[in-house]
């Protein structure tokens, strides 16, 4: 069982910067696969960002660039650093946890593939 809370959402201009972070309880922090998934008003859930526990980073090629993953295990924390941030990246943003397997792997970038759930923060860019 893992809990997991987003924090660090809020309101920024086009062209700021946001730093998410999502703390997670439980143990064994480092046999689970950390993603970040945002969805827009009217949208599905779409993938953002993930990491293993060993630290391997996987990213969508329409972020890469301008986001980077990044987790301390010792913290039981996963972080968003989000960069030249443009309307289009308005939505809530969620964390999201499963264990590290090979089929879990294979589906990194599927949301159902994961288990746990944070509530989600808000990330608002104007322009």
């Known amino acids: 069982q893992v809990d997991l809370v987003e924090s660090g959402g809020g309101l920024v201009q086009t062209g700021g910067s946001l730093n998410l972070s999502c703390a997670a309880s439980?143990?064994?922090?480092?046999?689970?696969?950390v993603a970040w998934f945002r969805q827009a008003p009217g949208k599905e859930r779409e993938f953002v960002a993930g990491?293993?526990?060993?630290?391997?980073?996987y990213e969508e090629d329409s972020t890469k660039g301008r986001f980077t993953i990044s987790r301390e295990n010792a913290k039981n924390a996963v972080y968003l650093q989000m960069n030249n941030l443009t309307p289009e990246d308005t939505a809530v943003y969620y964390c999201?946890?499963?264990?590290?397997?090979?089929?879990?792997?294979?589906?990194?970038?599927?949301?159902?593939?994961?288990?746990?759930w944070g509530q989600g923060t808000q990330v608002t860019v104007s322009s």
């Open positions: 990491i293993t526990g060993g630290g391997i980073k």
């Open positions: 439980g143990r064994a922090f480092d046999t689970y696969i």
């Open positions: 999201a946890a499963t264990a590290m397997s090979f089929s879990s792997f294979i589906s990194r970038k599927d949301r159902k593939t994961y288990n746990y």
